[in-house]
């Protein structure tokens, strides 16, 4: 990439949670505005809500209750903050499951397809931007609306889905199935939020301009200053 936009990225959350975690702990996990200038909030939840009531894991939560966790996710006191300052949303579908990679005991790939268009109209009623992570994926093993659905245990296995998502399990990503995930992320932040997201300006300036420590053990901030009293302008 000839020019990646550098930005500070952190994930507030630990693996295994689901929108009931997140809404529970948002205020707590997301710094407040004006701590830390947030540009973007990112909402990928669903591939554990979408477990199995029946299944070991607790992680079951019903389409009803995740969409209105999603939703007041977005109206939290901390996120609400960050939106008044201008951040953004985005709400990322749940991946595909292959069953023919995870098994069937826990989760099912029809099931998580309910989220992923759970998730899509959460977005759609809020005007929220939303990355379809699930019909890309699907897309790209060569699925069609209507047709068998890939992962299922009696469809045959697509060894394209396959490459997207994790061997041992089905659901979490393979490399090259993150670098799906990410292309469609900047898809949407350097088309529809390229103004807020992607041309915004760098924490830090440049290399060229930064300022440095001196030997002589002065510090010649004048550059840095100037910087910052543009980028407080906006400009």
């Not at 909402?43 to 209105?68: C, E, H, R």
């Not at 999603?70 to 953004?88: C, Q, T, V, W, Y």
């Not at 069937?104 to 309910?114: C, F, I, M, S, Y």
Request: charged share 20%.
């Amino acid at each position: 990439m000839a020019n990646p936009v550098r930005k500070e990225v952190f994930s507030m959350l630990s693996s295994g949670y689901n929108s009931a975690n997140a809404r529970f702990v948002v205020n707590d996990a997301i710094p407040p505005a004006g701590d830390t200038d947030i540009r973007l909030l990112v909402l990928w939840f669903g591939a554990n809500d979408a477990v199995l009531p029946t299944a070991p894991q607790t992680q079951y939560i019903p389409i009803s209750q995740y969409k209105a966790n999603l939703n007041a996710i977005i109206k939290s006191s901390a996120f609400e903050g960050h939106l008044a300052r201008g951040a953004k949303v985005i709400i990322v579908s749940p991946p595909p499951f292959n069953e023919h990679q995870g098994g069937t005991d826990g989760r099912l790939a029809v099931e998580t397809k309910k989220y992923a268009e759970a998730a899509g109209q959460v977005a759609k009623d809020g005007g929220y931007e939303f990355l379809d992570l699930w019909s890309d994926f699907m897309k790209f093993a060569g699925w069609n609306e209507g047709g068998p659905l890939l992962g299922d245990i009696n469809v045959p296995s697509s060894k394209k889905l396959g490459s997207l998502l994790a061997s041992g399990d089905g659901l979490h990503l393979t490399g090259t199935g993150y670098r799906r995930f990410y292309d469609q992320l900047r898809n949407i932040t350097c088309g529809p939020l390229a103004e807020q997201i992607c041309n915004a300006q760098n924490i830090f300036p440049d290399w060229e301009t930064a300022p440095r420590y001196e030997s002589n053990g002065q510090r010649n901030v004048n550059v840095f200053r100037l910087w910052k009293q543009g980028r407080r302008r906006g400009v």
